[in-house]
Structures are given as C-alpha cells and as structure tokens.
C-alpha cells in the first residue's frame, strides 16, 4: 500500500513540475506601450494570443484592470474569440476601478492565429434618451492588465524553427529576461559591437517594446547555464571552437546563416547567426534586424538575398494613400489607426495643415446625429459632423491636422467614426466603410541643425534613424558596462519610437568623428580638436538665422517657458559643433542606469536652437523658400497679390496695344 502511495504521489509530483505558467502584460502583447481607451458606444480591440512551439496550453489567464467613468445605465465587455462569445461582464460605473478575471480554455481559441477580441458596449434603458457617444470612454490599463497561458512541454521544442524564434521574441514571453547577445568573433571587435547594435534593433522591432534588458558579452565560449534566450554570432570557425556547434551544423554554414541551437545541450531559446566569413555574419544580422521579413519554418537557413531596407519617413509637401500606412477598410466599432514617421529636427508653421481625405461608405444618419473625431498622438485634433446624401453612396471629408500637433518619430493618428445609438436595438451596428481612394496630404516643414544653445532632450536622437543610419555615429567605451547598457538602452529607444532599423549605423570606440552626427558616451576629452563654431556674417547668413528663430519661436510661442521641468537635462547632455558645415555632437555625460532611463522619459521639449540645414541649402534655395513661408504665411498671400496685379496688368496691356 506505501509502494501505491509514493507512485501516486511521484507521478503527481511529475505532473505538478511539468506545468509551467508564461505571463504576458498586455503592454508586450499589443502595440499599446500605454493604456487601451475604448471609445464610443460600442468599440473593439484584439490582443494576439502567442503559444509557442513545444507548449500544450491547458487555459489561459486573462486579467484585465479597468477604469470606468460614464454616466449610463450600463456598461458591458464582451470577450471574444473571433465570432465565437466566450463571456460578458458588467462593467461599474462613475469612476470605477474594477478587476476582471477569467480562466479560459484553450479550446475555445482558433488554432491559427489564436486571439481575444474585447468590446465595450454602453446600454440605456431609456428609449428617449440621446446619449452624446463621443464622451464615452474606458480604459483598460495595459501595464496591469495581462494573460497568462498555463502549459505543459510537448517535448517539440527540440524542433523548433527559426520562425519559432522569431514567433518567440514577439510573443513578450521572456519579458522579464535578460536577452543574451554572445559574441565570438575574435578577430574585429569592433565589428562585434555594431552587430550587437543590430541585433538590439531587431529585437527591438520585433517585439515592439524598448523595455529589454540585453546582456553583451564578448569572446565567449559556450555556456549552458545561461537564463533566458540568446543570439550567439560569429563566423563558423568561432562557433566551433567556442564550442557552441558540432561538426554537422558546422558543415551547413556555407553562407550567411540563421540556425537554431541542438536543445538537447540547452533547454533555452539560442538562436545562431554564422557565415564562412565575418560578412556573412553581417548579412545574416542584417536580415534578423530587418522586421519586414518574417523568418522561414526551417531549423536553419543560408541566406542567399538580401532584403533592402529604405528610410519610410515622410516627406515634405508629399502626399499618400492611406493604404501605404494600413490594410484596414473596416471602421465598424474600430478606429481607424494609422502610424506616420515623421523625420527628425524639423520645425512646422503655426498655421499649416496636413489633410486627410476620406472616401467613406457608412449607414444613413439624420443631421447632426453622427461625427468624427480626430486625434494625433492620444489628443484631440479635429471633428466633423457625418451627412448621408440621397444622391451617392459615399460621402467625402476632409479633415485637417495642425502640423505643429506633429512631432519626429511615429505618430499615431486615429480617426473615430460615431453613429447614432439604436436603443430599441443595441446589438446593431453603425456600418462604416474606407474607400481604398483615401489619401494623407502632407504640408512643408524645414530642417534645422541643433546649435551649442540647445537643450537636448530624446527626440534629439532620433537624428541617429536618418537615412536608415549612415549618417550617424556613436562612440562608446566597450570596456565600460554602464556605457554599453546606456547604448543599448539609446538605440532600442530610437527603434522604438521610429519603427526604423539602422542598418547603416556605426557604433565605433574611436572618438575622431566622422559622420555628421555624432552621439559621445563619457566625458569629452579636452585634447579632441573642435572648430569654433562660426556665426554667420552675410547679409544671407544672418536672415537665414532670424528665419530660424522666428519660425522656431512662432511654433513654441503657445507653450510656457514655466511647462518645462527643467529636471537633469543639462547635466546628461549638451550640444558641441565641430566645424562650420552643420556637424554636430551630443555629449553624453557620466550617468547612473536610472538617471539615463529617467531622462530617456522625459517628455518635456523646450524650444530649439539652431540654423536651417545647410546641406538642403547647398543644393537650392526651395528650403528657404519654405522656410520664409512657415515664418511668414501672410508672405504668401502677398506673393499671390503681387502675381494677380502683375498678370492683371500684362492683360490690360496687351489689351491696350490692340486697340
């Protein structure tokens, strides 16, 4: 009977280590890096369900913090996987904290793709009542919110493929893991470290966070005890006597290769990029950091083509269709979410709009009865009433976007459409449609170079995206750990908010510069040469400049000198020129991990100094042109007036000579 008891309670023991619990925040498994608002009557979001290879999920864990302040009768959530309603939960009302927790099984959930879709719904019990859709909101706090998959190993994760890595560093899983970046390149180390730097911005796109860890590590031989998912490269002689592979994997890199570790030395996630050559390493980085291609169901893979990578900011004065930007046609209960990369170190009129032209097909509304709100990084923008029309289906408009709403990097424009409530028939929906015919129009701005009066803050840095890179430089002590953890922490901040890989980075411990930008890590060196930087003189020199300060004055003219906190900026960074040619270096000074991540926070801009580009002015004119107009609007009207008399009286005089 005890020998019963103990095999009972060994198999029972088994089974207890056998499942395993993977937590995800909702803030590493959407894009949402902050809260999820739900607006309107009736709107809905889906958060993606990642299971990885090698895990048999028995439920999933969906824990949601929500706040709810609306004065209705009612607010209900529904959850839901795909057309299939697993569950719906009354929300409370007035300024209501709630937690809302269910445990559903993985059965439930689409093999392919699985994810859970959430509505909030707004209900009156009032038939007579007209409820104002447009001031309904909840908000779904992405930081506590989270899911969590309770999972047993199938024992397939031994065949796991480089698409399940790619699958795994989306999936936000390992989120609380250092991510190991192994080199074992001996011969270039520096070479070593802008391939980390790449590896840093894959990784950084693909999971769509900037909250990582990396852990560098350089010349390493294999080590099984590390915790947490690794990138190890090198050239296929490193790989082999580090002793990371064997002599079969050894004869499969014939090229640049991406392949997975033998799990049966590792029970961690280790992926490999290799090549017969140092070349073949970069190309192999190359592809990894590129987030467009989604990596091949293959245990490994010798590249043979490499995918060009090309700087998607937007241009000025261009316009788009906003199929460029979003495949989504379907505006019913989802707002139409579009994702602008705008360039850095550009200045806007006060004045100036860009405009987005809708071609919409939506069901028939009374006048005033429906509306569209516009919004530009969270704030509202702009909003027009919805018309139905007797004559056509669909209806166009026009809305306008005060470019000075703009900033550099990703801006997240939303456009929410509002249709009469049906009280008598809640579940019925407000049908809106987008034309593929809708555009984006962009107006002009102007480019400026930072001057030495400047006060640095993080959008400074998203310089070092420009041109996918290449014209950027950073420097950095590689023997210096609190250097190297602020360089990672840098560039996944700058891949983060510009959605680019920077494949034309240097990253270099070499302080000489030269590339135009240039970001120094510890205190500058007092013998390095710098040229003084040289005013302008000419009469086209110092109007240039009075341009600048009057459009960069006008475009912050609105906001109080006494907004700006004036916390550490100062002492972490300032601006030095190096010659007269709009070079320019932003010094970096000593700082602590929690000071650098507290000033990559800080969201606060003071106005800028600087001069209009001088590069753009080598090649033409057309940017001061710009410029005049951005600093002068009522110039162009002017301009128009001198025209109109000038044409008016080239008329009258040829009508006067035929008489």
């Known amino acids: 009977m005890n020998k019963c008891a103990a095999l009972i309670l060994f198999f029972l023991s088994a089974f207890a280590m056998a499942e395993?619990?993977?937590?995800?925040?909702?803030?590493?498994?959407t894009d949402?890096?902050?809260?999820?608002?739900?607006r309107g009557?009736?709107?809905?979001?889906?958060?993606?369900?990642?299971?990885?290879?090698?895990?048999?999920v028995d439920s999933i864990r969906l824990s949601l913090s929500i706040y709810n302040n609306n004065v209705i009768d009612k607010s209900m959530l529904w959850i839901s996987a795909g057309n299939r309603t697993l569950a719906n939960v009354e929300i409370k009302q007035r300024a209501q904290h709630q937690l809302v927790e269910m445990t559903i099984p993985s059965e439930l959930l689409s093999k392919r793709e699985p994810r859970l879709d959430l509505r909030i719904q707004h209900l009156s019990n009032d038939p007579s009542l007209v409820i104002d859709t447009t001031r309904l909101k909840t908000i779904i706090s992405a930081e506590r919110s989270s899911y969590t998959l309770n999972y047993q190993e199938s024992g397939q994760v031994s065949n796991a493929t480089i698409s399940s890595f790619d699958e795994m560093v989306r999936s936000g899983q390992h989120h609380d893991a250092p991510v190991h970046l192994v080199s074992v390149l001996k011969n270039d180390p520096e070479a070593a470290l802008n391939i980390a730097a790449s590896l840093v911005q894959g990784w950084t796109l693909k999971a769509g966070s900037k909250e990582y860890h990396f852990d560098y590590r350089q010349f390493s031989e294999y080590n099984a005890a590390l915790e947490g998912p690794a990138i190890v490269f090198g050239t296929r002689d490193d790989l082999l006597s580090a002793g990371w592979i064997g002599q079969e994997q050894y004869q499969q890199i014939v090229g640049p290769y991406l392949g997975m570790a033998d799990t049966a030395k590792t029970s961690e996630w280790v992926l490999f990029l290799s090549g017969v050559s140092e070349r073949d390493v970069k190309r192999a980085t190359k592809v990894f950091a590129n987030n467009v291609r989604r990596l091949p169901e293959r245990d490994h893979w010798v590249v043979t083509e490499d995918d060009d990578m090309i700087d998607r900011s937007l241009k000025s004065d261009s316009t788009y269709l906003l199929s460029e930007f979003t495949d989504q046609s379907d505006l019913t209960d989802t707002p139409l979410e579009l994702s602008l990369v705008m360039p850095s170190n550009i200045l806007f009129s006060s004045e100036d709009n860009a405009k987005i032209n809708l071609l919409l097909t939506h069901s028939r509304v009374a006048p005033g009865a429906g509306s569209m709100i516009l919004r530009v990084n969270g704030d509202y923008a702009n909003s027009l009433p919805l018309r139905s029309s007797y004559w056509r289906d669909s209806q166009h408009y026009r809305l306008n976007i005060p470019m000075r709403d703009f900033r550099p990097g990703i801006n997240k424009v939303t456009v929410e459409v509002y249709g009469p409530v049906d009280v008598r028939n809640q579940q019925r929906r407000f049908a809106v449609y987008m034309s593929e015919k809708s555009n984006l129009k962009l107006s002009s701005w102007v480019?400026?170079?930072?001057?030495?009066?400047?006060?640095?803050?993080?959008?400074?840095?998203?310089?070092?995206?420009?041109?996918?890179?290449?014209?950027?430089?950073?420097?950095?002590?590689?023997?210096?750990p609190v250097q190297l953890e602020s360089l990672w922490r840098l560039i996944s901040h700058v891949s983060h908010h510009t959605k680019k890989a920077m494949p034309g980075l240097l990253v270099t411990a070499d302080r000489e510069q030269t590339r135009p930008f240039h970001v120094v890590f510890g205190e500058e060196e007092q013998a390095t040469p710098f040229f003084t930087e040289?005013?302008?003189?000419?009469?086209?020199?110092?109007?240039?400049?009075?341009?600048?300060?009057?459009?960069a004055n006008t475009q912050?003219?609105?906001?109080?000198?006494?907004d700006f906190e004036p916390n550490t900026v100062d002492e972490i960074a300032y601006v030095k020129h190096t010659n007269d040619q709009g070079w320019y270096r932003i010094i970096m000074l000593e700082s602590t991990s929690e000071e650098f991540a507290s000033f990559l926070r800080n969201e606060h801009i003071m106005p800028p100094a600087g001069v209009l580009s001088e590069r753009e002015f080598s090649s033409s004119t057309s940017q001061f042109v710009k410029a005049a107009f951005i600093g002068y609007p009522a110039g162009l009207a002017a301009v128009a007036l001198l025209i109109i008399w000038w044409m008016s009286a080239f008329v009258t005089r040829s009508l006067e000579t035929r008489r």
């Open 447 to 480: 480019k400026f170079i930072p001057t030495e009066s400047h006060h640095v803050s993080p959008q400074d840095f998203y310089a070092i995206s420009d041109d996918c890179g290449k014209k950027a430089q950073l420097t950095v002590d590689p023997n210096d």
């Open 556 to 562: 912050f003219e609105e906001e109080s000198v006494n």
């Open 32 to 38: 949402n890096q902050n809260d999820i608002v739900l």
């Open 20 to 29: 395993k619990t993977a937590k995800v925040p909702l803030t590493y498994a």
């Open 41 to 56: 009557q009736s709107q809905t979001v889906s958060v993606p369900i990642s299971i990885l290879d090698g895990q048999e």
């Open 534 to 551: 040289i005013k302008p003189h000419s009469t086209w020199g110092e109007m240039k400049q009075r341009l600048f300060d009057f459009v």
